[in-house]
DNA sequence: TCAATTATGGACTTTATGTGCCCATAATAA
DNA sequence: TTATTATGGGCACATAAAGTCCATAATTGA
């Protein structure tokens, strides 16, 4: 029961993004330098948040990646479910058709996690953080 | 990012032997048979609970488990850390020695959950629990 | 005391997933 | 056209979860 590295990474580049000048494309090398991952799979997370819809991708030379228009909305729990998926927590498998009672307690104590998140803004969050570009 | 089935397994149980009649042994069988899981592979995860202080163990025939005498007092957090350690979900690995925002919001994040994870006790779960014996 | 029963612990296999790399392909700019 | 950059498939490695097997210890009952 951990949160990827995956997730962290993806975190940290969306804050690094939200710091970036907007409109400017950055290439995955230089995220990736940052952070200390290798580009290759740095690129394949970034490919997911694209499919998510919160940043866009432009090939070629001085391509590279940005924010999307709606950043500014996009909160922790977004960036977590595009990278690791919203399924339960917890899955309880028996009590086939019947409802399981731990499972209840077991996602009400997700969803308290997940309302937090929910309301963990990346530009809430990255206006408290000084990011050295 | 997923409660591991030693989780399940150990809440399942706990909660039945919250409704067993109080200083009777069952063992390891029996409560295997009822998860449809193996005894070999259940009696490791009891015998974790056992060192957590939850339950106690009595070898020989007729032996089995029963639960300790301050069960009431258990939740469920408590048996989730007995299984999985306490560890926190996240770990940033970066900013060495600096503190990470991410890491913050991440451990508050998680923190909601087990402030609600303490306050189910097992004595409360296993009284809304029709169990059939 | 002996045999049956039950928990404990070590070592192992299997399976699943995360992490990471390599290479081919597509798209874009100079 | 060439250099650059993202995308995607496939492979390899590491780690952890899930589960098995067997030897050992403790206890009960005959």
Chains 1, 2 share one sequence.
Not at 104 to 129: G, R, T
């Amino acid at each position: 029961m951990k949160f990827s590295k995956a997730t962290n990474y993806a975190l940290h580049t969306m804050l690094f993004l939200a710091a970036f000048p907007p409109n400017k494309l950055i290439g995955v090398q230089q995220l990736a330098e940052r952070q200390e991952v290798s580009p290759t799979y740095l690129s394949k997370i970034l490919t997911k948040l694209v499919k998510a819809g919160m940043i866009e991708s432009t090939s070629g030379a001085n391509g590279g990646y940005r924010l999307k228009r709606n950043w500014e909305e996009i909160s922790f729990l977004d960036v977590i479910h595009a990278i690791e998926g919203s399924a339960s927590l917890f899955d309880c498998e028996m009590n086939h058709g019947s409802e399981c009672l731990v499972q209840k307690v077991m996602v009400s104590a997700e969803e308290k996690m997940e309302d937090f998140l929910k309301n963990q803004k990346l530009s809430e969050i990255a206006k408290k953080m000084t990011v050295v570009l």
